[in-house]
């Protein structure tokens, strides 16, 4: 799957739509993109923190937008995300009106501000090892300019085995179904 990114200042409207296409829990925040990387390519933008659905949605449904600031200014506490857990409310039972999706959420004051990130050209047992030393379930992949490139989950991970045999480092792909037979 492609790796969907939001800025540090993003629409209600296209954080509700996110939400509502993509079952992704993870999100690396960015700043605007550049023109293009020193590869010519579009790039993304330079990795800011990481995001995750839970907190977007607690942030929609107490309405912690930039233009409602005087609203909830000194309401926002870890206390807000805590009551919600583990059952935060699915983005189907979250309703803004068609005003407010057009404020903006600045992601800041919520995400992480220093995720674990790997270089593109990381190994995957590298990555491996990151995973199970600290517990992760989202890395965010960089390049030489600290612009988003990709994301591992646990779940990408899980799909790979590392085999040594002979002294040769072999990766096989393992083949996953949600059916039992």
């Known amino acids: 799957y492609p790796v969907v990114m939001l ?8 954080v509700m739509e996110i939400l509502k296409s993509t079952t992704h829990n993870g999100f690396p925040v960015i700043d605007s993109p550049t023109e293009t990387s020193i590869t010519g390519n ?33 309401k926002l506490n870890i206390g807000l995300f805590r009551f919600a857990y583990p059952r935060y409310p699915h983005i189907s039972q979250i309703e803004v009106s068609p005003a407010e999706r057009a404020y903006t ?7 992480n501000p220093t995720p674990p990130t790997v270089l593109h050209s990381t190994p995957l047992p590298q990555m491996f090892q990151l995973f199970r030393a600290i517990g ?21 991970l899980a799909r790979y085995r590392v085999v ?4 040769r480092l072999e990766r096989t792909t393992l083949h996953i179904t949600e059916q039992v037979e």
């Not at 800025?7 to 296209?14: F, I, L």
């Not at 995001?51 to 005087?70: G, Q």
């Not at 612009?147 to 990408?156: A, L, N, P, Q, Y």
């Open 7 to 14: 800025h540090t200042r993003q629409k209600v409207g296209e």
């Open 42 to 74: 579009q790039a993304s933008g330079k990795i800011r923190g990481l995001i995750l659905r839970s907190e977007l949605i607690i942030m929609l449904k107490h309405r912690i937008f930039s233009e409602l600031y005087h609203e909830w200014e000194g």
């Open 105 to 111: 959420l600045d992601l800041r004051a919520v995400m």
């Open 136 to 156: 992760l379930r989202h890395l965010i992949v960089t390049n030489d300019d600290s612009e988003v490139v990709g994301m591992v989950t646990r779940k990408d």
């Open 164 to 167: 040594h045999e002979g002294g």
